[in-house]
């Protein structure tokens, strides 16, 4: 069982940076691949970036390549979403999700958080 606990969402105008964070209870994070997923109002939840059980292998979408960074401290339990170079359609709430296998698909998660919302001023 994983419980998943999104933060660092906020304003931040066009341009600027987020840095998402999402703590994982339980011992068994490292076992896990973890994943961010957005969604705006109306919208169908998207796939954001993805991270390997280790760390070493990592997955974007083509929206965000470039711009956003995933990494994990599996010390800390923490996975992270670095967000620079912010656009207004960037807006949503994200997601923090934990998989067996590291997936761009929704339907390979099993956990996921309540998200925080990123909101980008134009």
């Known amino acids: 069982q994983v419980q998943l606990v999104e933060s660092g969402g906020g304003l931040v105008q066009a341009g600027g940076s987020l840095r998402l964070s999402c703590v994982a209870s339980?011992?068994?994070?490292?076992?896990?691949?973890m994943g961010w997923f957005r969604q705006a109002p109306g919208k169908e939840r998207e796939f954001v970036a993805a991270?390997?059980?280790?760390?070493?292998?990592?997955y974007y979408a083509d929206s965000v390549k470039g711009r956003f960074t995933i990494s994990r401290d599996n010390a800390k339990n923490t996975v992270y979403l670095q967000m620079n170079s912010l656009k207004p359609e960037d807006t949503a709430a994200y997601y923090c999700?934990?998989?067996?296998?590291?997936?761009?698909?929704?339907?390979?998660?099993?956990?996921w958080g309540q998200g925080t919302q990123g909101t980008v001023a134009s």
């Open positions: 339980g011992r068994t994070f490292r076992s896990y691949a």
């Open positions: 991270i390997s059980w280790i760390g070493i292998g990592t």
């Open positions: 999700a934990a998989a067996r296998t590291t997936a761009p698909t929704t339907t390979e998660y099993s956990y």
